[in-house]
């Protein structure tokens, strides 16, 4: 496994492994945009949570538990896309290591930079949809909160 000496094949790794880079910056954007609303459901539940402690009648206390309910499934929902974003950001980067490792060192590693890609981008679609889920779920919830 020796390092080729030419500029070329090492200038054409760099380039070739840069391309995924661009995922990595979706996945950073995405993983904020997660993390903020994960943050936003956990202080409406400690909201809620204080709500219950405070209510002085069932109903009160039954409607915060089913809140509270919807709060718990949006915040595994959150987490789940936050994993599967991690997920595909370590793939993506195992990705560009194979994928310059094979360029610069002349080291075969094609078929596992193309799986690694493809398994982190399937990561990427489905946090998206989990994301999705979560939103659609928040919304439901408050057109709930509209009807009383």
């Not at 002085?56 to 718990?72: F, H, N």
């Not at 994993?83 to 610069?104: M, P, R, S, V, Y």
């Not at 949809?129 to 439901?140: K, P």
Request: glycine share 4%; proline share 1%; with cysteine.
């Amino acid at each position: 496994m020796a390092l080729p000496t030419d500029t070329e094949s090492i200038t054409h790794g760099i380039q070739l492994a840069i391309a995924p880079v661009f995922l990595l910056t979706a996945v950073s954007g995405m993983t904020g945009v997660v993390a903020t609303r994960l943050a936003r459901i956990i202080d409406r539940a400690r909201r809620v949570e204080d709500i219950a402690r405070e209510a002085r009648d069932d109903e009160t206390v039954k409607r915060a538990y089913a809140e509270l309910a919807e709060l718990r499934f949006r915040g595994r929902l959150s987490n789940a896309a936050i994993a599967l974003l991690t997920t595909c950001a370590i793939l993506i980067g195992l990705t560009i290591i194979l994928i310059f490792l094979g360029e610069a060192v002349e080291f075969r590693t094609n078929v596992s930079a193309v799986v690694s890609f493809l398994i982190g981008v399937v990561s990427f679609l489905l946090a998206l949809l989990c994301f999705l889920w979560e939103t659609i779920v928040a919304t439901r919830l408050l057109n709930f909160h509209m009807l009383r």
